[in-house]
């Protein structure tokens, strides 16, 4: 049986996939940014938003935390993503890369 100690250091390693994958995902919003910025899109597109979320929620039905938790986790991620955008849209990007 795991201790304490394992069960945080699993969750520690958990937590650093997390982040690097949260900014993989901020490094394509960034290039997403770049090219809404050139085809004159608007940043926020709440039909596109509607889709991740849909699609996050079907995807969370196979595990504990469930749709209604998957897709606040995802709202937030979608406005810090949003966020990203409009800063490079707006030539204030810091470099995701």
């Known amino acids: 049986m795991p201790t304490l100690d394992d069960l945080r250091n699993d969750i520690d390693r958990v937590d650093e996939v997390l982040v690097r994958l949260l900014n993989e995902r901020a490094r394509v919003a960034c ?3 770049r090219l809404k910025k050139e085809i004159g899109a608007e940043v926020y597109q709440p039909e596109r938003e509607k889709q991740v979320l849909a699609h996050v929620r079907g995807v969370a039905a196979e595990g504990p935390l469930g749709p209604d938790a998957i897709a606040r ?5 979608i406005d810090e993503a949003r966020s990203l955008e409009r800063r490079v849209v707006h030539g204030e990007e810091k470099s995701a890369t």
């Open 73 to 77: 986790l995802f709202e937030r991620i």
């Open 31 to 33: 290039e997403i940014g």
